[in-house]
């Protein structure tokens, strides 16, 4: 009888709280596992995503002979068609999907109103209409009679499956001297905008100089001149510095990239930092050069940044379309 109810006991209070906190350990211990193979799993994203829009990039240039331009119309030198700000992550998107997400029409002057200088003295005399990003497709004009005769000379570089292009006001609660409809190609770390619609963060792109052989904003062409500037550095900083200027879609000016805090020697060399071939610059450390020679990855041919799960630019989790050589 003894033996019947101890083999009925249940168990102790002593004996749950010991497998609760056992459990707990485990989802403790699991849960921050779980994170870094989902991170690793949109990094991994991301970079398929750049390889489709290095593809797409290669193919441009072999019908144009160059990559796509990446400097903004607003810099010097101004776009004197159009003074609007397009830059570097703007072109990317018409280069490879269109102003309008049509595909690129050979005529394009990459301008943000869909503008081309006719005559070619820069006056805006004879500017064409190639894209209407307001009305539609605007035809008849010098080079298209009608609708179809546009869209049969135009050609996508991606599928739009690939680009996540989305319009300006599509991302930015405060768009400021931008075009609401202009796109740009996003990345893959989305979240909800104010606009209704999940966006990731639009995709920096710069196109190497390649008349210049060095990134030292420090110095005129590896000169005596202690000048912060990037007149003749391979990667100009001030392709995408007015995308960076808006801050976080949502809250604006209120949250600053850690690339675009506003002290220009500051931005200058974090940017030249995180392009910079470390290998290189130690390789070519000389009595001369004792700091080596600073020369950026793919000093050829562009750069394209993600700013990561963060949203920021200019952190540790930006991802980039090059491995970096680890130090």
């Given amino acids: ?17 010991t497998v609760m906190g056992v459990i707990a350990l485990l ?4 849960v921050p596992a779980l994170n870094m193979v989902k991170d690793y799993s949109r990094e991994i994203q991301q ?6 829009l290095d593809v797409g990039l290669e193919m441009f240039k072999n019908d144009f002979g160059v990559y796509p331009e990446s400097n903004d119309n607003a810099y010097p030198p101004v776009n004197l068609i159009d003074q609007t700000p397009y830059l570097g992550a703007h072109k990317l998107a018409e280069a490879l999907v269109g102003l309008d997400l049509l595909g690129f029409h050979p005529k394009s002057g990459f301008t943000a109103s869909g503008l081309n200088d006719l005559d070619g003295i820069g006056t805006g005399s004879g500017a064409v209409q190639i894209y209407d ?24 570089y991606i599928d739009l499956e690939h680009a996540n292009a989305y319009r300006m006001d599509d991302i930015y609660r405060n768009w400021g001297s931008f075009s609401q409809y202009n796109f ?3 990345d893959v770390y989305a979240k909800k905008r104010q606009s209704g619609k999940k966006t990731g963060m639009p ?4 196109r190497a100089r390649t008349a210049y052989k060095f990134q030292d904003y420090l110095h005129s062409d590896l000169g005596s001149d202690q000048n912060p500037e990037q007149n003749d550095d391979i990667y100009n900083y001030w392709d995408n510095e007015r995308l960076l200027a808006l801050g976080d879609p949502d809250q604006g000016t209120a949250i600053v990239h850690p690339l675009r805090t506003g002290t220009v020697i500051d931005d200058l060399e974090r940017f030249e930092e995180m392009i910079l071939n470390k290998q290189v610059q130690t390789a070519t450390q000389t009595a001369s050069f004792p700091d080596g020679i600073k020369r950026p990855y793919r000093a050829d041919s562009f750069i394209l940044i993600s700013a990561g799960k963060d949203g920021l630019f200019g952190t540790a989790d930006d991802v980039l379309n090059f491995e970096k050589e680890k130090q």
């Fill in 133 to 156: 990003p307001i009305n539609g497709i605007n035809v008849p004009n010098v080079y298209e009679e009608t609708g179809s005769q546009n869209i049969d000379v135009r050609k996508k």
């Fill in 1 to 17: 009888m003894n033996r019947m109810r101890r083999s009925q006991g249940g168990f102790t209070i002593v004996e749950l709280l």
């Fill in 203 to 206: 995709i920096l792109y710069y």
């Fill in 47 to 52: 970079k398929a995503q750049f390889h489709s």
């Fill in 184 to 186: 740009v190609l996003c």
């Fill in 27 to 30: 989802i403790g211990l699991l």
